[in-house]
């Protein structure tokens, strides 16, 4: 069983801690791709969109990430890169409106380390993408972050700095942000697939946990999508990626496909197992039981409340198609993922406060699970038929030949990645930045801190 890190709590008194001098002496680029771009008088930096630096912190985490011996639940051991040691690293819990602060520690791990809040809204450069909105932190280094989250519900938090080989060695852990008066999931389990297979890693009582749980938050950190299952009583789906949805209808014998990045949280209505299907199942108040192997399939775009999307006009239309293509690289046949026919295309560019529809269309062979980072899109249509549930999502599978229409408003200044979260597609170049208006980074990929984001 894998140890409880240790969670440094600290409510009202706690001393405030110096800021950290992270900021550069200039700015001079426009995403970091026009040095000779001049954003005008309203310019700002990346470095200036910070939380409140100056506040008492409600709440203070420290997270330590080193390399440790992790033993999985076969019973073999892997050499893990961990936050406190564990993998998944420790559960953090706060409450909505909290000051939030988390002090990132690297003891030794070499590619470097940021913590990326997969899914929750915060200010640009709290958002920890090595190159675009800090400098990776090397081994003796830290980073502190600070954010009051606005939402509530089941996120996760990973590195986001050579992201496809790093997170998927253990620098995860699941987030959960609770309602300003507690509750939240009773439990969150956390999927994560080492090389002898996937593992379900909870609250650390939750596999011998008899009670039957009120609410269950399930976590992808795979670069793939999941498929979980909930099985001995109906159930129904009360979040998509940490947004509640309206008006959620029981559900009985249908598997649950979770994307890469995606959360899902799911309420039995009694003694129920919940199973990662080629993976273990956890009992909530009755003895674990096999998961169905096949079954129909959750689908979001229907599933709720009808509730009418965000109307049009839309300010800016944005166009995405997402595509697999095989080329030849020194004699040796590869495959790239590509976005509009390129690796690493230019930036997508809004302005502060447009309503912005993007189309995402598959026209390759893989799924490939969107994520914008900084906002949650509304899922407006999927291959031409209207979303009638209130879907928002921070964590879209686009499946091969799928198209979607999302919508977000664009309320959150800052250079943000947009990318594909089989990290092994982001590292690849599947990545593009949605950039705001007048909004600079100093940071860049490489330098002389190697930022590598994915
Ligand atoms: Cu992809």
């Not at 009202?12 to 954003?39: C, E, F, N, R």
């Not at 293509?325 to 590509?338: F, I, K, N, Y």
């Not at 949650?376 to 999502?393: E, K, N, Q």
């Amino acid at each position: 069983m894998l140890a409880t890190g240790a969670i440094v709590l600290l409510g009202a008194g706690a001393t405030t801690v110096a800021l950290h001098a992270d900021t550069p002496a200039a700015a001079p680029s426009a995403g970091g791709h026009d040095g000779h771009h001049d954003p005008g008088p309203a310019a700002r930096s990346v470095t200036g969109l910070t939380g409140d630096r100056t506040a008492e912190p409600d709440v203070r985490f420290t997270l330590t990430a080193r390399t440790a011996t992790v033993v999985l639940a076969s019973g073999a051991t892997v050499d893990a890169l961990t936050f406190d040691g564990t993998a998944p690293g420790p559960e953090l819990r706060v409450r909505t409106g909290q000051l939030v602060e988390v002090v990132l520690r690297n003891a030794d791990v070499t590619e470097g380390v940021t913590l990326h809040w997969h899914g929750i809204a915060v200010p640009n450069a709290e958002d920890g993408v090595a190159g675009v909105t800090q400098d990776a932190v090397a081994p003796g280094g830290e980073h502190v972050y600070r954010f009051r989250p606005d939402e509530t519900g089941t996120f996760w938090y990973h590195a986001h700095q050579d992201s496809a080989r790093t997170v998927a060695r253990g620098l995860f852990g699941a987030l959960v942000v609770e309602p300003a008066g507690g509750g939240g999931p009773d439990a969150v389990l956390v999927g994560h697939t080492w090389p002898d297979g996937p593992t379900v890693v909870g609250t650390a009582d939750v596999p011998v946990r008899r009670e039957p749980a009120r609410r269950i938050g399930l976590v992808n950190t795979d670069s793939t999508t999941q498929t979980w299952a909930v099985v001995g009583a109906p159930f129904t789906v009360t979040a998509i990626d940490g947004v509640d949805l309206a008006g959620p209808t029981p559900l009985e014998g249908v598997l649950l496909r979770i994307p890469a990045g995606g959360r899902m949280d799911v309420e039995p209505a009694g003694p129920a197992t919940v199973a990662l299907l080629g993976g273990p199942a956890v009992g909530f108040g009755t003895d674990p039981a096999a998961p169905p192997a096949d079954g129909p399939v959750f689908d979001p775009l229907t599933y709720g409340t009808a509730a009418p999307p965000p109307g049009g006009p839309f300010d800016r239309e944005l166009v995405q198609v997402l595509d697999t293509e095989r080329t030849t690289r020194r004699g040796v046949p590869s495959v790239v993922w590509t976005i509009n026919g390129e690796l690493h295309p230019p930036p997508a560019v809004v302005a502060e406060g447009e309503w912005v529809r993007i189309t995402i269309r598959n026209d390759g062979t893989d799924a490939h699970p969107m994520h914008l980072h900084g906002h949650h899109v509304r899922v407006l249509s999927r291959d031409g038929v209207p979303a009638t549930g209130a879907w928002w999502t921070d964590s879209l599978g686009v499946e091969a030949g799928q198209t979607y229409e999302v919508a977000f408003r664009a309320d959150n200044p800052g250079v943000w990645m947009d990318h594909c979260h089989n990290l092994t597609h982001a590292a690849a170049g599947m990545v593009l930045h949605l950039a705001y208006e007048g909004v600079s980074t100093p940071y860049t990929p490489g330098g002389g801190a190697g930022n590598t984001p994915e």
